[in-house]
């Protein structure tokens, strides 16, 4: 009785938030990769949120890598989330071929706060979705920094240190809003959007479940790296898995990619393949990279975005972050309109271990260089995106320069042209709204003074990074936003449960009133999928 009684809890809460994620989200998309995909969604615990990787700040010797599970982890959970059957794993390519050379394995015991980790390392010449065995690592609790050797290792709840206005993005997606902030282009007319300073974090205020793992970078260095040392760089690529019973059922690695590029009926497939299979199986969902050679008869090049950009008034604040990409650009590698095929694909992570931990080197060989818990990576795609993805613009469309008209940069013929499509008559309609996302190269999450100065070193995030050592499960010594001061384990200080006498903790979390009527729904929304995960997580306990 008491088990079915939980189900039946259990099965309403599941109705109801799905009803609200269908008027919220017109898209079947969740941002980074939360909740991205059908498989994911009723098991949080194999649920990849993100991972990041980076040198140590402390010791450049030390690479550290980190997956997180569980989105949307409420404070009050007593958890710290990992299932004893599900495999986690990073995965470490240094040779470009997509296949991992080295394989860092997470593998739990016990439930609630009372688990155990024990952590498994070894190099391998195939793709892994089994234990490997032998002799661990590292051994110890959950909620505490493990020092084995030269390995350190964290597993516990942090804050989800990721941050998006996520309900704008959907709400331009399905065509209810067209800009982050809303205003009148010069060239375009009315666009709509939020007010200034009225931006909504869907992930403040929440937690998830955290691995973390330091060990020599020797360990992975063959001295050419990913791209066989090409311009100098030692970069390896890096991603996450989980799988149960020896089935892979989620994996990722840039930021975003899933969700932006990925359909809705391919997710669980890409989920489900290997870095191996992406330039085969994905190529074809990646628009061409713009370059300074016209490819339509309309000037469609990188300056020629450029024009546009500034004509439209979304060149710079209080419209648009200024543009990351000078005139004249032309990409070191020399890649051609497969740039950002080449930047996205295989989708993982690319670190390299020849620059300072602190280099981010936006746009050199992937969006940036490995990733830290700070860097704003919302902005650094959309910054990239506005700027390099081709588009086809309407047939013909003029734009006005002074007394004078000119073509629209990317409104010639398509010819054999991979573009995202904004063909339709009247621009801001375009059949493909994520032209609109990514026009002002931000979302405002971030101050304007930092949107300014084109800083992606912080992303807005609610909660501080561990600058000092742990003193209790969630409490570090100090915090700081600032990732050349951080420490093992770099994470963000997890969320605390709300006082019991109604107060409420210093978390930041703001879900209030928006521009738009997303900023209420999501108020609702966070709840009503925190309360289907939690019973969703006590009915597996139970059985």
Not at 305 to 324: E, F, M, T, Y
Request: charged share 15%; aromatic share 10%.
């Amino acid at each position: 009785m008491y088990l079915s009684k939980y189900r039946l809890i259990y099965t309403l809460l599941l109705v109801f938030s799905f009803s609200l994620t269908s008027v919220f989200f017109s898209v079947n998309v969740f941002s980074a990769d939360h909740v991205e995909a059908p498989l994911t969604i009723d098991n949080p615990d194999l649920d990849i949120t993100d991972v990041y990787a980076f040198l140590d700040p402390q010791d450049e010797s030390q690479i550290v890598a980190a997956l997180a599970v569980n989105p949307f982890l409420a404070p009050e959970d007593d958890i710290t989330g990992f299932s004893p059957d599900v495999l986690y794993q990073l995965k470490f390519d240094n040779t470009g071929d997509g296949v991992e050379d080295y394989v860092v394995q997470f593998q739990f015991t016990g439930t609630g706060f009372d688990q155990t980790v024990q952590v498994f390392a070894a190099n391998v010449n195939s793709s892994v979705n089994t234990p490997l065995g032998g002799t661990p690592v590292a051994t110890g609790n959950t909620q505490e920094v493990i020092t084995s050797g030269s390995f350190r290792v964290f597993a516990g709840v942090s804050d989800d240190a990721f941050v998006f206005d996520f309900g704008q993005f959907t709400s331009i997606l399905n065509g209810s809003q067209d800009m982050f902030r809303g205003f009148t282009s010069p060239i375009l007319g009315e666009l709509q959007g939020r007010n200034a300073g009225s931006q909504v974090d869907l992930f403040a205020g929440v937690n998830a479940s955290h691995m973390v793992v330091s060990f020599p970078k020797s360990i992975v260095d063959n001295d050419s790296g990913f791209f066989g040392g090409l311009a100098g760089t030692n970069v390896v690529g890096i991603w996450a898995t989980t799988s149960r019973n020896g089935v892979q059922l989620e994996r990722m690695g840039q930021q975003v990619f899933n969700t932006v590029f990925v359909p809705s009926g391919m997710k669980d497939d890409f989920n489900t393949a290997t870095p191996a299979d992406d330039v085969a199986m994905f190529s074809g969902l990646i628009p061409d990279a713009l370059t300074q050679n016209d490819t339509d008869g309309t000037g469609n090049t990188i300056d020629g975005r450029i024009a546009v950009l500034q004509l439209s008034g979304l060149a710079g604040l209080p419209n648009g972050a200024p543009l990351l990409l000078p005139e004249g650009f032309e990409h070191p590698l020399e890649l051609g309109k497969d740039l950002l095929r080449v930047a996205l694909l295989p989708d993982v992570l690319r670190l390299d271990m020849n620059r300072d931990a602190d280099d981010q080197s936006i746009g050199l060989f992937g969006l940036q260089n490995g990733r830290r818990a700070q860097d704003d990576i919302i902005d650094i795609a959309l910054q990239l995106l506005r700027q390099l993805a081709d588009v086809k613009f309407p047939d013909g469309a003029m734009v006005p320069v002074g007394d004078d008209t000119i073509a629209v940069p990317g409104s010639g013929p398509l010819g054999d042209r991979a573009a995202l499509d904004c063909g339709n008559a009247e621009f801001p309609q375009c059949s493909d709204r994520r032209v609109l996302v990514v026009l002002q190269g931000t979302d405002f999450t971030t101050p304007d003074s930092q949107i300014s100065g084109l800083d992606y070193t912080t992303s807005g995030n609610d909660r501080g990074f561990a600058a000092g050592s742990l003193i209790s499960r969630f409490i570090p010594e100090s915090s700081s936003p600032d990732f050349i001061d951080s420490v093992f384990p770099f994470m963000a200080v997890a969320q605390e449960a709300p006082a019991e006498n109604g107060g409420s903790s210093d978390s930041g979390c703001s879900l209030a009133a928006s521009g738009s009527a997303s900023g209420s729904i999501a108020a609702l929304l966070i709840p009503a999928l925190m309360l289907v995960f939690a019973f969703g997580r006590r009915l597996r306990r139970d059985n």
